[in-house]
């Protein structure tokens, strides 16, 4: 049954307001999604999904077919015959791994990544990665995560494979900042040089370019999240002593001034210092949205949960590019890494947490809004309907981050309006 939470105390934007909780049907894709663009991130890391042709499938649909390059994730499929339990699924796992190893000698870090249907047959991979990064040694890291699917969003794909990530990070206690979350070689690059003019120089991302660059963490670790749906991922580095620095997400200028100015502050750095390093991108980054904020002003944009992106997006949409808020859906709503974003949403969002996808389709087609941001599976019949779409899963894809990507972002939601307009003429 749906469920309305109370306004308990006068709110900063939507800091409590109120969400519809729904517990129904659900169109979502799995965590293996992920591996799209983990792979890409991590230049000499191989993800092996242990899982059956339907992943298979997913991933080969997700990511395409790579042609100009030896690709750098495989399934190993399960069949039925393992199912049964007739064969050692151990004992195949090993020979597959072994072969890979052996014609592949570049690759420094492998994933052993569950599904469904490993873990249906509770094949345990974190035992597997443990005999298998002894037999390999120091040549090969080897670590396993679940990508499986009945109850996750494609994003906590990631989140999984950071946290398995942190207990092999170095130590070190020196005072340093972390950037948690994948982000574009190009909106790396760019963070690291305002970093280092505000006078931060000590900065690691996670996940690195290369295996060999993973980031230390101690108690002097401060990091900044660049992704919302990092939740176990920030548990992990807790656990190791880091501290997150609260802030809005990199996503528009308002989020990206926000974190950066975050990250000075815990860094002791000056205001004068900050307008003097940070003024003159976001002004540029402020002036580049104005093209599309004429496409987008006080037009209707309504979220269906996908990637954990919708709740830092409506707040870009709505305050920087003057769009109209209907319901804004999310798969989850952790309210402590999104504390920051809720207080700067326009106050009497519509928010809904958890989907029935049915009823969040009745109320769509009463909102009848000029753009529903969504995932893959739900974009066609809604096109079909005559509703103007935006797939959710691009904006992950994408290099949205920063202020020289805010444009980028905007542009993501304004193509399909321009697109619709010019079908009509
Ligand atoms: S939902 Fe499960 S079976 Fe389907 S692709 Fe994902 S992991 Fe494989």
Redesign the pocket.
């Known amino acids: 049954m749906n469920e309305i939470s109370a306004i308990t105390v006068e709110p900063a934007g939507c800091s409590d307001a109120p969400v519809l909780k729904e517990r129904g049907q659900r169109e979502v ?4 999604t992920g591996i799209v663009w983990l792979h890409r991130r991590i230049q000499d890391a191989f993800f092996l ?1 242990v ?2 042709r ?2 298979a ?3 080969q649909s997700a990511a395409g077919v790579m042609i100009f390059a030896e690709p750098r994730f495989a399934t190993a499929i399960i069949d039925e015959r393992d199912l049964a339990g007739l064969a050692d699924a151990n004992d195949e796992l090993d020979r597959v791994v072994t072969r890979l190893v052996e014609r592949r000698p570049e690759i420094k870090l492998l994933f052993l990544v ?4 490993s873990e249906v047959i509770k094949l345990d991979l974190s035992r597997a990665a443990l005999r298998l990064g002894r037999k390999f040694g120091a040549d090969l890291r080897v670590l396993s995560y679940s ?4 109850e996750t969003t494609f994003t906590e794909g990631e989140d999984a494979c950071l946290a398995s990530l942190v207990p092999v990070l170095p130590a070190s206690d020196a005072a340093q900042l972390m950037v948690v979350g994948t982000v574009a070689e190009i909106v790396e690059d760019q963070f690291r040089r305002y970093f280092s003019e505000l006078g931060i120089h000590d900065v690691g991302f996670l996940p690195p370019r290369r295996a060999g660059e993973l980031p230390a963490v101690g108690k002097g670790t401060f990091f900044l999240l660049a992704q919302p749906f990092l939740a176990n991922t920030a548990l992990e580095l807790e656990r190791r002593g880091a501290e997150r620095i609260a802030a809005p997400f990199p996503l528009g200028v308002e989020g990206t001034l926000a974190w950066f100015e975050a990250a000075a502050q815990k860094f002791g750095i000056s205001q004068a210092r900050c307008r003097a390093v940070l003024d003159a991108p976001a002004e540029r980054a402020r002036q580049a949205l104005a093209r599309c904020r004429i496409t987008l002003a006080g037009r209707k944009v309504f979220f269906f949960p996908d990637s954990q992106l919708e709740i830092p997006m409506a707040r870009f949409l709505a305050r920087e590019l003057g769009m109209t808020l209907s319901e804004v859906g999310t798969p989850f709503l952790h309210r402590e890494h999104l504390a920051e974003e809720l207080a700067l949403l326009p106050r009497g969002t519509f928010l809904s947490e958890g989907q029935d996808v049915e009823r969040q389709l009745d109320r769509c087609d009463e909102e009848k809004p000029d753009l529903v941001v969504c995932g893959m599976g739900l974009a066609n019949p809604l096109e079909a309907r005559g509703f103007t779409t935006k797939w959710s899963i691009e904006l992950v894809f994408t290099p949205v981050q920063g202020f020289e990507q805010a444009a980028d972002l905007a542009e993501l939601f304004a193509r399909p309006l321009r697109r619709r307009a010019l079908l009509k003429v």
């Open positions: 894709f799995c965590g293996l999904v899982g059956s339907t992943c499938h997913l991933l569950g599904s469904c249907p990508g499986s699917g009945i």
